[in-house]
C-alpha cells in the first residue's frame, strides 16, 4: 500500500504562480512512476506531468513551459512537486497525485482555482 497526501493548491490569479506537493509513504520502494492528474468540473481526469524514478519528465502539451514537475527520494518518504507558473482560468482543476505500476494509488485531491 502506499499513502499520498497533497498540500498546497489554492486561490490564484491568472499568471500566477503555486506549487504542490505530495507525500508518499508506505511501500515506496516499489514506486516507479509518479504524476499529477487533473480533473475539471464535467471533464475527464487527465493526466498533467509525471516523472519516472530515473527522473525522466512527460508533460500534457496545455502546461509545458509553465508547470515544473519534480521528485526527491528521501528513506521513508518520496516528495513528489509541481511548480506551476503562468496559471490560466483554464488550469482550474482538482489536483490529484498519483503513483502507478502493478496497482494505481491516489491522494485525495487539492483544489486549484485560477481566477481574478
Known amino acids: 500500500q502506499v499513502q499520498l497526501v497533497e498540500s498546497g493548491g489554492g486561490l490564484v490569479q491568472p499568471g500566477g504562480s503555486l506549487r504542490l506537493s505530495c507525500a508518499a509513504s508506505?511501500?515506496?520502494?516499489?514506486?516507479?512512476?509518479m504524476g499529477w492528474y487533473r480533473q475539471a468540473p464535467g471533464l475527464q481526469r487527465e493526466l498533467v506531468a509525471s516523472?519516472?524514478?530515473?527522473?525522466?519528465?512527460?508533460?500534457a502539451d496545455s502546461v509545458k513551459g509553465r508547470f515544473t514537475i519534480s521528485r526527491d527520494n528521501a528513506k521513508n518518504t518520496v516528495y513528489l512537486r509541481m511548480n506551476m507558473n503562468s496559471l490560466k482560468p483554464e488550469d482550474t482543476a482538482v489536483y490529484y497525485c498519483?503513483?502507478?505500476?502493478?496497482?494505481?494509488?491516489w491522494g485525495q485531491g487539492t483544489q486549484v482555482t485560477v481566477s481574478s
Open positions: 498519483s503513483t502507478w505500476g502493478v496497482r494505481q494509488f
Open positions: 516523472i519516472s524514478s530515473a527522473g525522466l519528465t512527460n508533460y
Open positions: 508506505g511501500s515506496i520502494r516499489s514506486l516507479n512512476v
